[in-house]
T-cell receptor, first 112, second 114 residues
Framework: KQEVTQIPAALSVPEGENLVLNCSFT??????LQWFRQDPGKGLTSLLL?????REQTSGRLNASLDKSSGRSTLYIAASQPGDSATYLC???????????FGGGTRVLVKP | GAVVSQHPSRVICKSGTSVKIECRSL??????MFWYRQFPKQSLMLMAT?????????EQGVEKDKFLINHASLTLSTLTVTSAHPEDSSFYIC??????????FGPGTRLTVL
């Protein structure tokens, strides 16, 4: 059974600092991995999707890497802004159309 | 990205009534949708997998007669909470799987049962 872990559970940084969010998974046989953002009381916003054959994906200030052999994915957010404050979740799926297995999330606070 | 809507966004009902929540994929077709519930400051808990044209698959511990799921078209899945009680109060979120297997989530429905 796949287990996804995100450490730390919470992170506070000053504005402008780069953010590094970690996600680890126990079963390397994943189909893809997604990073999401959730604001309080809202749904999830998809940030990046990495297919199992890919090593990284980039979108603006966001970059996500995937290392299946070590069971890790890392989300980098460059030059953090207060608007980046949210909970970030990673999730993997083992086959097309299958359910996502979520990590517990990392709650990020970017202080002005 | 693709858009998923949920309706209503917030509902308050009396104990014993039934509540229907709709999940729609607005600009893509979704053979598979998922229903989650989320308690405050906790991660999402998968309730069931909704497949168009077939019965939903429920996670262990989720009562299928309590939470009725209907996926009647490629753009609509509904979750009906039957005979709702205060312990059913929660944040319900759906997701839909797009063609490249990326999942997109709705904005959620806050259910409060008095």
């Amino acid at each position: 059974k796949q287990e996804v872990t995100q450490i730390p559970a919470a992170l506070s940084v000053p504005e402008g600092e780069n953010l590094v969010l970690n996600c680890s998974f126990t079963d390397s046989a994943i189909y893809n991995l997604q990073w999401f953002r959730q604001d309080p009381g809202k749904g999830l916003t998809s940030l990046l999707l990495i297919q199992s054959s890919q090593r990284e994906q980039t979108s603006g200030r966001l970059n996500a890497s995937l290392d299946k052999s070590s069971g890790r994915s890392t989300l980098y957010i460059a030059a953090s802004q207060p608007g980046d404050s949210a909970t970030y979740l990673c999730a993997s799926t083992k086959a097309a159309g299958n359910k996502l297995t979520f990590g517990g999330g990392t709650r990020v606070l970017v202080k002005p | 990205g693709a858009v998923v809507s949920q309706h209503p966004s917030r509902v308050i009902c009396k104990s014993g009534t039934s509540v229907k929540i709709e999940c729609r994929s607005l600009d893509f077709q979704a053979t598979t949708m998922f229903w989650y519930r989320q308690f405050p400051k906790q991660s999402l808990m998968l309730m069931a997998t909704s497949n168009e044209g077939s019965k939903a698959t429920y996670e262990q511990g989720v009562e299928k007669d309590k939470f009725l799921i209907n996926h009647a078209s490629l753009t609509l899945s509904t979750l009906t909470v039957t005979s709702a009680h205060p312990e059913d109060s929660s944040f319900y979120i759906c997701s839909a799987v797009a063609g490249d297997n990326e999942q997109f989530f709705g904005p959620g429905t806050r259910l409060t049962v008095l």
